[in-house]
């Protein structure tokens, strides 16, 4: 059966609240609410034309996008970011927004890219998920979240703020996880949130294409709003290298989840070589977080609900959106229990001792 598009223009009714100061304004488009900042909108597209509304797809996009490639080999490509800018800045929205112009997906998917010092690699990452997304027919927002230079890399602290930051903006209801130096090597791996959390990096050129240890999940993978909610996000201990993603791990299989992943020759990627980054070094807290204070323990006591940084700024590129923030160890322990504080008593003990992942 051929697979056919259809519009539907609803007039949008708007409604505004005041809580405070803050202005919360919600526009219903006939379909669905949306959070929308109101200068921003009528700046994009007129007052008449913003309360008519915009043409919006009416029927759902299809199981199976019909324009995926598959199994495609990698060659890294380093292109400037004006040209990339040149390139994909006409398929995307600014802020790197996309949504099919012909069906409605499932999901409002925001995929989150840490990103310090490893511009290139963003750059080479940029150049292939772009096209990939739009060819799964994801309605998508590219987050780039930048840490500043003094403190200890922490990867879930930066995942939970993106999630904060991200739900200030707009209703996400599915979050993508990626890492900036894995590029997927088949489009038929979806960038999709299911009923389980899904893993989408099971086969890395770096692990002979298969899993380091069975457990594994990190790398990138997609988790609902709701999957998200029920574990309290990530981690903010995991100070340095590894750890949040065995952490994420425990809490989804403590409330009842299991990642689902693809076969391993759908769930190929590539990883850009490179060498460990100074300011991520592997601490002794993040072996003691996975033995000691078990993961299932600490969910509820530290997470989303206790996520603390300074918000340097929030850029609209056009390709993503540029969160940048500050982490201060000092304030991130603050609403830490004492049997989490004391183990940061002396400060962050660094080690080359591999941690068990248990
Ligand atoms: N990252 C940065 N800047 C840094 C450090 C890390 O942007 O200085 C981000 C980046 O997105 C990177 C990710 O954090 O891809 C992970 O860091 P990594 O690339 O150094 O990690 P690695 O390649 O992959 O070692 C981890 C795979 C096995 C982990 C098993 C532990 N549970
Ligand atoms: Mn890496």
Not at 93 to 98: A, E, I, N, S
């Amino acid at each position: 059966m051929r697979y056919r598009p259809t519009t539907k223009r609803a007039l949008r009714v708007v409604v505004a609240v005041f809580i405070g100061s803050l202005l919360i304004i919600e526009v219903f488009d006939g379909f669905s609410f949306v959070r929308e900042t109101l200068p921003d909108s009528l700046r994009r597209e007129g007052l008449l034309s913003f309360l008519r509304g915009k043409e919006r797809p009416f029927c759902p996009c299809p199981h199976k996008p019909p324009s995926l490639l598959g199994f495609r080999d990698i060659v890294e490509v380093d292109k400037p970011m004006s040209q990339l800018e040149q390139e994909l800045g006409p398929l995307l929205r600014h802020g790197g927004h996309y949504s099919p112009p012909d069906c409605r997906p499932h999901d409002k998917t925001a995929i989150i890219i840490p990103c310090r010092n490893r511009w290139p690699h963003l750059r080479v990452l940029l150049n292939y998920l772009v096209h990939v997304l739009i060819r799964q027919q994801l309605d998508f927002t590219i987050f780039v979240i930048e840490s500043d230079q003094g403190s200890t890399f922490n990867k879930g602290i930066l995942l939970n703020l993106a999630v904060l930051e991200a739900m200030k903006r707009d209703r996400y209801t599915c979050f993508v996880m990626q890492d900036v130096d894995l590029l997927t090597m088949d489009d038929r791996n979806l960038y999709r949130c299911d009923q389980q959390p899904r893993h989408l990096a099971a086969a890395i050129n770096k692990f002979k294409y298969t899993l380091p240890y069975p457990r594994y999940s990190g790398g990138v993978y997609a988790l609902s709003l709701e999957q998200l909610l029920k574990v309290n996000g990530h981690s903010n201990l995991f100070f340095g290298w590894g750890g949040e993603d065995d952490d994420i791990y425990h809490r989804l299989y403590h409330v009842g989840y299991t990642f689902t992943r693809n076969p391993e020759e759908m769930a190929k990627y590539w990883m850009i070589k490179h060498k460990r980054d100074k300011g991520n070094e592997r601490t002794r807290q993040s072996t003691m977080l996975l033995q000691k204070t078990m993961s299932e323990k600490r969910m509820f006591d530290e997470g989303l609900n206790t996520t603390r940084y300074h918000l340097d700024s929030v850029e609209e590129t056009p390709l993503f959106t540029w969160i940048k923030a500050t982490i201060n160890l000092t304030e991130v322990l603050q609403p830490a229990p004492p049997y989490i504080k004391s183990l940061f008593e002396n400060g962050l003990q660094f080690t080359n001792k591999k941690p068990r992942t248990r």
